[in-house]
C-alpha cells in the first residue's frame, strides 16, 4: 500500500504542535542599533535536557518532489533548529508520536524567509533542501549521551506537490 501526501504551506498555526516557524513577519518587536535594526525577539523554544546549544552548518544533498519518505527521526534530549542560509524553500516533515513510532505524517513547504525549530522529542524528516546549496544552521543540544531515535517505515509513504 502505498500513502500520498500532499505538501502544505507552513504557517504558525499548522506547525504549531511540533514546533515554531522562525521568519520576520510583521512590525519588529523593537529597533535597536542606532534605530537601524528591527529585531523579532524570541522567535523559538530551545529545550535542553542537559549539554548546551550549539550552532552546527549542515550542507544537505538537493532532493525533488515526489520524494519518497522512508525513515523519519526524533530528538529526544533536543529541541533542533534549521535555519537556510539561502533563500531558498525546503521541505519539512513532521509527525504525531505514536508511543515508539512516528504516525500521520505531514509534509510542509516553507516559503523563503522561513526556518523551522523542532520541539524536543517530535518525530520528523531528515534536512530536505530543495534548491542547492542546501547550507543550513543548525541549533541543536550539544551533550554526552544519546539524542536520536530513527523509525524505518514499512509502509511506502510518497510526498507530493
Sequence with gaps: MTVRIRTQ??????????????????????????????RFHD????????GRAGISIFQ??????????????RHPEGSQAFIPMSGDPFLVVVARDAGVRPADPLAFLTQPGQAINFHRGIWHGVLTPLAAPGLFAVVDRIGAGANLEEHWFETEFIIEE
Excluded: H
Excluded at 544537505?60 to 522512508?70: F, R, S
Design 9 to 38: 504551506p507552513l504557517t504558525d498555526e499548522a506547525f504549531a504542535p511540533y514546533g515554531d516557524v522562525l521568519e520576520a513577519r510583521g512590525a519588529p518587536d523593537k529597533l535597536i542599533n542606532q534605530g537601524r535594526c528591527g
Design 60 to 73: 544537505g544533498e538537493t532532493e525533488t518532489l515526489p520524494l519518497a519518505l522512508k525513515m523519519m527521526e
Design 43 to 50: 522567535r523559538a523554544q530551545l529545550d535542553f535536557s542537559d
